[in-house]
């Protein structure tokens, strides 16, 4: 019984390390979205050359209401694909793969996805700010699934 609740406080403790960060493995994002029940918002960007993944970014992402409605809400990932910034061989294989997978065209693509990959949503840059692009997302998740606020 002693093992079980020390298993539990590890896991727990895990879990909340993470939330509300930015991941950049998908299969750690998809483990934790099965273990939370939380969707995965996985953000295809060109971090440090896209225009538009940096707007998006500045008016969403980086927003106090954007990251506390994630870190009570998602599991975030970062699908990036910088010119400049290093990033591992490992890495950038898992990243093109993805892109693959999910048939990414251009910068920002916004996946939410369900716990076993499924998009949920897709979006690109979006207008309007965090309000805005928070009240679409908890338009998109199941009733009674996002955290009261």
Known sequence: MKQLIVVMFVLSLGISV?????LTDMDQAM???????KPVLADFSGSDWCG?????DKE??????FKD???????LVLVDFPSRKPMSKEQKKANRALAEKYQ????PTVLLLDSKGAVIAKTNYFAGGAKKY???LKGKLPAGKTAKK
Do not use: H, P, R
Not at 31 to 37: D, E, H, R
Not at 69 to 75: G, P, T
């Open 104 to 107: 990414i065209k251009g910068y």
């Open 31 to 37: 483990k934790l979205s099965a273990q939370t029940g």
């Open 69 to 75: 409605f994630a870190k009570e809400n998602l599991i």
């Open 134 to 136: 928070v009240d679409f």
């Open 60 to 65: 969403v992402f980086s927003q106090k209401i």
């Open 18 to 22: 993470f939330a509300g960060e930015w």
């Open 52 to 56: 538009w993944c940096v707007k998006m």
